[in-house]
C-alpha cells in the first residue's frame, strides 16, 4: 500500500512540476509581439534575378579563384574601419575577373573595397557593382 501511495505521489509532484514550469514560461513571453521586420538589403538581391549578372552561386572552384575570392575577404575583412554592409559585399570570381556587388555605406567604403579587390586580382579585372546605402 506504501508503495502505491509514494508512486501517486511522486506522480501528482512531477506532474504539478511540470505544469507549473509551462505556466511560468508562457508568463515570461512578452505578449502582443509583433513580426520581426523583412531584412533590410533583401531589395539589393532583386538584381541577382538577371540571368546575365554573375551571382555568388557561379563562383568558379578552381584554385586560382579561390584563392583570389579569400585574399579579397581577408583583405576586406582585416579592415576594422568598414561598416559591417562592406565586410559582407558579394566577391564573386570567374576566371580571374572579379565582380563585387551589394550595398556599402558610402562612397568612400566604395572606393577602399574596390581598391582591395584591384590589389589582389589586379588592373582591370574588377568589376564594381556596388551601392550605397547611407545609415537611415
Do not use: W
Not at 14 to 43: E, M, Y
Not at 69 to 80: L, M
Not at 104 to 125: F, I, L, P
Amino acid at each position: 500500500m506504501t508503495v502505491v501511495y509514494r508512486t501517486t505521489v511522486r506522480t501528482l509532484l512531477c506532474t504539478g512540476l511540470l505544469l507549473s514550469s509551462f505556466a511560468f514560461a508562457q508568463a515570461q513571453q512578452p505578449t502582443g509581439q509583433q513580426a520581426s521586420p523583412a531584412a533590410d538589403n533583401s531589395k539589393m538581391n532583386q538584381q541577382d534575378q538577371s540571368n546575365n549578372q554573375p551571382t555568388a552561386d557561379q563562383q568558379k572552384n578552381n584554385r586560382t579563384d579561390q584563392d583570389i575570392t579569400r585574399q579579397i575577404r581577408q583583405s576586406i575583412i582585416a579592415d576594422k574601419s568598414l561598416s559591417t554592409y562592406a565586410h559582407n559585399v558579394k566577391i564573386i570570381t570567374q576566371d580571374g575577373q572579379v565582380t563585387l556587388k551589394g550595398p556599402v555605406r558610402s562612397e568612400d567604403e566604395k572606393q577602399t573595397v574596390a581598391s582591395k579587390a584591384t590589389a589582389v586580382a589586379g588592373a582591370n579585372k574588377v568589376t564594381d557593382d556596388l551601392s550605397i546605402k547611407p545609415k537611415q
